[in-house]
């Protein structure tokens, strides 16, 4: 990213002070992880800390700081680089957390690998992360999937989509002002997309790509518009498609600057 994620807005207010205040309207204490170099930086300082105890060994410091601050707690840890998360997404963890687990965590929506830092931990957690970091291991979503951890399936796929580069940021920056035009008229609203064709769609189309304007939100409404445009007689249901290179939902909200590929079925072994 180039500069501190916690610091970046997208909500009128840096993304630290927006999780934190998210994650207070749920629990009866909140606090932010810290390096110690990070206490007095102005972006941390006014909030109540939990320094790390192990520094420079990556978000599982955190976690066991946290663990051995209050071992009686169970901590929902939310990072601080999730603008799409919401309210409903954490208070549907809480509400499906299972207490004799070590854990309660979402399956990622790419992997389907628990997302140790959307998760709640247990106090049972305690003695199994200082072993864990005491072999020298590093990876809270290693430990969890080793754990016993309760997994629930994320009632939003895009929830938990992390920003690490400044495309990113701009992306989900264009992304909340989407949702803040919702009601603006379709002309506000219109997107800047390229698509790209593959197989029978590059012969059905006359070419291998296009860049145009739409007011199309998902991939859906878009192969909808497209259906208009070109003689593309698939439907939906025989097709994938991959938003910037990832597989996505039809129904995943697309930003300006997106690359969209709907991928025919494929004859042959």
Avoid at 33 to 59: K, M, N, Y
Avoid at 86 to 94: F, G, K, N, S
Avoid at 206 to 228: H, K, M
Wanted: one cysteine or more.
């Amino acid at each position: 990213m180039g500069r501190d994620k916690a610091a970046l807005d997208y909500h009128g207010r840096t993304q630290l002070q927006w999780t934190f205040d998210l994650v207070s309207e749920l629990c009866t204490a909140t606090f932010v992880s810290v390096r110690p170099d990070q206490r007095d930086e102005p972006t941390r300082a006014g909030f109540a800390q939990i320094v790390d105890s192990q520094p420079g060994i990556g978000p599982i410091a955190g976690v066991a700081a946290a663990l051995q601050q209050h071992p009686k707690a169970a901590w929902l840890v939310v990072a601080c680089d999730l603008p799409f998360i919401t309210r409903e997404v954490l208070a549907t963890l809480i509400e499906h957390r299972d207490p004799r687990a070590v854990a309660t965590a979402y399956r990622s929506a790419h992997d389907h690998l628990p997302e140790p830092l959307c998760a709640i931990w247990e106090p049972a957690a305690r003695q199994g992360v200082l072993a864990y970091l005491a072999n020298d291991k590093r990876c809270p979503r290693k430990f969890l999937i080793d754990a016993h951890t309760h997994l629930l399936d994320l009632p939003d796929a895009r929830a938990l989509d992390n920003i690490n580069t400044s495309d990113e940021f701009r992306a989900a920056s264009a992304t909340m002002k989407g949702a803040a035009l919702e009601g603006a008229s379709p002309a506000a609203r219109r997107l800047t997309l390229k698509v790209q064709y593959y197989a029978l769609f590059r012969e059905q189309a006359g070419r291998s790509e296009e860049t145009f304007e739409t007011s199309a939100a998902t991939p859906a409404a878009l192969y909808r518009e497209l259906q208009s445009r070109h003689p593309f007689k698939l439907a939906p249901q025989q097709l994938k498609v991959a938003v910037n290179s990832d597989f996505r939902d039809w129904d995943a909200p697309l930003v300006t600057g997106d690359t969209v590929v709907f991928i025919p079925p494929v004859a042959g072994g």
